[in-house]
T-cell receptor, first 112, second 114 residues
């Protein structure tokens, strides 16, 4: 019973175009959401986050959108760069003691 | 100067053995975690410690025992290893354990049980 799901295991995008990574969750009590990026043989690194009181958060080329009614989260990367090629995990928390529920990741490949 | 380090990086062992994975963070954080990444690639929290005190203890078999000698270290000891324990184990730390704190992850330990 995974509460956070990333239904696309992989995504391939041309350099310079937009990458859209999607994430769905089931628990309406989640109040904080994050995206992590992971390169091979490394641990995940924090990318961007959003509180449930917002519907959008932007940081440079990265924007996270939250649609609470649809229980859907997305990460937009514009423009995509080859260095963005990695596995992206979304995660959600219930606001208690920093316990996060992670999705299974989407592997992004940005082609030069 | 690695922020969160884990040893060993790879661990291959036989069923029934006991093994430990060590984790150290030099970020001065109060909270540390262990996650397991299973075969379906989900990252699942196992344990978290805040200032050496156990905070989160998920439904993990009691063959798994975390030990925090000080707030910079959180080791994971596994008794009587089983095939299903094969996974990548990640250690992480965060400043205070608040839900808005960023977690910093180690590089992972790939455990293979034969």
């Amino acid at each position: 019973d995974q509460q956070v799901k990333q239904n696309s295991p992989s995504l391939s995008v041309q350099e310079g175009r937009i990458s859209i990574l999607n994430c769905d969750y089931t628990n309406s009590m989640f109040d904080y959401f994050l995206w992590y990026k992971k390169y091979p043989a490394e641990g995940p690194t924090f990318l961007i986050s959003i509180s449930s009181i917002k519907d959008k958060n932007e940081d440079g080329r990265f924007t996270v959108f939250l649609n609470k009614s649809a229980k859907h989260l997305s990460l937009h990367i514009v423009p995509s760069q080859p260095g963005d090629s990695a596995v992206y995990f979304c995660a959600a928390s219930l606001g208690n003691f920093n316990k996060f529920y992670f999705g299974s990741g989407t592997k992004l490949n940005v082609k030069p | 100067d690695t922020a969160v380090s884990q040893t060993p990086k790879y661990l291959v062992t036989q069923m029934g053995n006991d093994k430990s994975i060590k984790c150290e963070q030099n970020l001065g954080h109060d909270t540390m975690y262990w996650y397991k990444q299973d075969s379906k690639k989900f990252l699942k929290i196992m344990f978290s410690y805040n200032n050496k005190e156990l905070i989160i203890n998920e439904t993990v078999p009691n063959r798994f025992s975390p030990k925090s000698p000080d707030k910079a270290h959180l080791n994971l000891h596994i008794n009587s290893l089983e095939l299903g324990d094969s996974a990548v184990y990640f250690c992480a730390s965060s400043q205070s354990g608040a839900s808005t704190d960023t977690q910093y992850f180690g590089p992972g330990t790939r455990l293979t049980v034969l």
